[in-house]
């Protein structure tokens, strides 16, 4: 199941990755429609053929400003969701076509992709500068890859290990999420900080259910000083508790939401807050405190 699920995840990767990468680049295409003129009414006397026309030259493609350049640090964009992108400067209705606008190229990964993919322009990594799309798996793997040259990625970070799986969902047809659920909640970036914060869900050989919250290094993967923590309250059970919300960046603190694998009882539902830059608890929200 594991196989199949990643030839999907290919497809599903070529899709997302282009919503998003062609932010920068879609309108640089170049190419247009040709058209065939005609007489439309047969009985007409023709009409003398007028001198050509000359075309008007058309617009150069706008070029974007660096400086001002558009990222995609959270879930629509924006906190309040909108899916709003004010500072856009390339696409617009009419570089929005077959013409210029497609598929630049897919990238394999090892599962499933519900996470919206990120982007954060004009990043140096390893020395050079990179448009990056930051990707999440279902396999509980980030991905950065270049937004505008296909090849490997840039770098990636499995939260995977000895005794450690994503959690399996295959044999309950309830949960919509198969056949694994690791990364589903959208992580958000701190681009001051150069942070990603991730979070991921698990099954470790002590038949326990940990999520944890990561904040990695944007430009290589690496967990920042005290990552990861584990989320915890005593009603709190990952085998019970599904995060599916995007995370929230908000007043310096990073907030997580859970819901149920399926609504399948017992369940609470719950909210978390962190501080984004220590990591530390600093808030939990039982949604149902009094379920059992």
């Known amino acids: 199941m594991i196989r199949r699920s990643l030839r999907r995840a290919t497809l599903v990767l070529s899709f997302t990755i282009a919503t998003v990468l062609l932010l920068q680049i879609a309108g640089c295409g170049g190419g247009g429609n040709s058209t065939t003129a005609s007489n439309t009414n047969p009985g007409a006397t023709p009409s003398p053929t007028p001198g050509a026309t000359p075309s008007p030259t058309p617009a150069a493609t706008p070029t974007p400003d660096p400086a001002t ?170 085998e019970r508790e599904f995060a599916r919300s995007a995370l929230l960046l908000a007043n310096g603190n990073v907030h997580a939401s859970f819901a149920s694998y399926g609504d399948i009882d017992p369940y609470h539902g719950f909210m978390f807050a962190f501080n984004a830059s220590t990591l530390a608890q600093v808030g939990v929200w039982n949604v149902t405190p009094r379920w059992h």
């Open 69 to 238: 350049a558009a990222g995609y640090l959270t879930w629509k964009n924006d906190n309040g969701r909108t899916g709003i992108q004010s500072k856009e400067t390339i696409l617009t209705p009419a570089n929005v076509n077959p013409t210029q606008f497609g598929e630049l190229f897919s990238a394999p990964v090892d599962g499933w992709i519900y996470a919206q993919p990120l982007y954060v322009p004009h990043l140096t990594i390893g020395g050079a500068q990179h448009n990056v799309v930051f990707v999440a798996t279902e396999h509980d793997t980030v991905y950065a890859f270049d937004a505008d040259t296909a090849g490997p990625p840039l770098w990636q970070k499995s939260f995977l290990g000895t005794g450690i799986t994503t959690v399996q969902t295959a044999g309950n047809p309830d949960i919509p999420v198969q056949p694994e659920v690791g990364i589903t909640a959208t992580p958000v970036i701190d681009a001051n900080a150069g942070t990603i914060y991730v979070l991921a869900q698990t099954f470790d050989d002590e038949s326990s259910f940990p999520s944890k919250l990561h904040a990695l290094d944007i430009t290589t993967g690496a967990e920042r000083p005290g990552s990861p923590v584990e989320l915890a309250d005593p009603a709190f059970d990952g």
